[in-house]
């Protein structure tokens, strides 16, 4: 019959071309499957943290402005990784500041050394700081806020930790593993250089073209078993 004809040669030449395209899809998802969102996240190596309440700071909320070139939009009050209570007041057009109140001073941006402590209180452990390095540019690994402090530890998983400068923040953590789940994520959305966007033109096409082919797949099942013979020509 002419709409097996039909079927069998769509479905063989769509097939070979988004066939690639299909098996990043089913491989990536496999893999999605074998590991808890939890572990590619690195949340089994955030250190318990006990709750206690802040200090009783001698200095008023006006204080505090006193200190800040504008009035900020926002002023809250934290507990720094040193112990230390700290005031984080952000703005809407600079780039928010930390103030630490134990000291009573502007200890934002922060430095590697802050930093570091900042990631190695952070992380179970304390694990050994391989590398530091100042982060002032969006990538594929890390779009938070600008500027941070990429502390990476000495482990088995490639663990990295990025800070906030301005704030004192944890912004993110990265491991080999999630680096892993991010490329095959890009494969599978369709996006190799932002890999967020899974609604571009081409992640569209390649899903149409897919589905004209297990379309014309259930078309061409009756045939292949034979419960429907084709008409000698």
Not at 138 to 162: H, K, N, Q, T
Request: glycine letters at 6%; zero cysteines; proline letters at 5%.
């Amino acid at each position: 019959m002419r709409l097996a004809a039909i079927a069998s040669w769509t479905h063989k030449w769509l097939a070979l071309i988004v066939g690639v395209q299909i098996l990043f899809w089913v491989g990536s998802g496999f893999f999605f499957t074998l590991f808890p969102i939890e572990r590619v996240r690195s949340e089994h190596r955030i250190a318990e943290q006990v709750a206690t309440p802040l200090g009783a700071s001698a200095h008023s909320i006006a204080d505090v402005i006193g200190l800040l070139p504008e009035a900020p939009t926002r002023l809250t009050y934290e507990r720094g990784a040193a112990g230390h209570d700290v005031a984080v007041a952000e703005f809407a057009e600079r780039r928010p500041i930390m103030i630490d109140l134990e000291n009573w001073h502007i200890a934002s941006p922060l430095d590697a050394d802050a930093a570091s402590l900042i990631a190695r209180t952070y992380i179970a452990g304390s694990p050994q700081v391989r590398e530091r390095r100042l982060v002032t540019e969006e990538s594929p690994e890390y779009r938070g806020p600008l500027p941070a402090w990429r502390i990476s530890f000495a482990d088995a998983e490639g663990l990295a930790v990025y800070v906030a400068a301005d704030t004192g923040r944890v912004a993110a953590r990265r491991s080999d593993l999630w680096r892993v789940y991010d490329a095959l994520w890009a494969l599978h959305i369709m996006d190799w250089r932002d890999h967020e966007n899974f609604n571009t033109g081409l992640m569209i096409l390649t899903s149409f073209l897919s589905l004209v082919v297990v379309l014309f797949g259930f078309v061409l099942f009756p045939y292949r078993l034979g419960w429907i013979r084709r008409r000698a020509s």
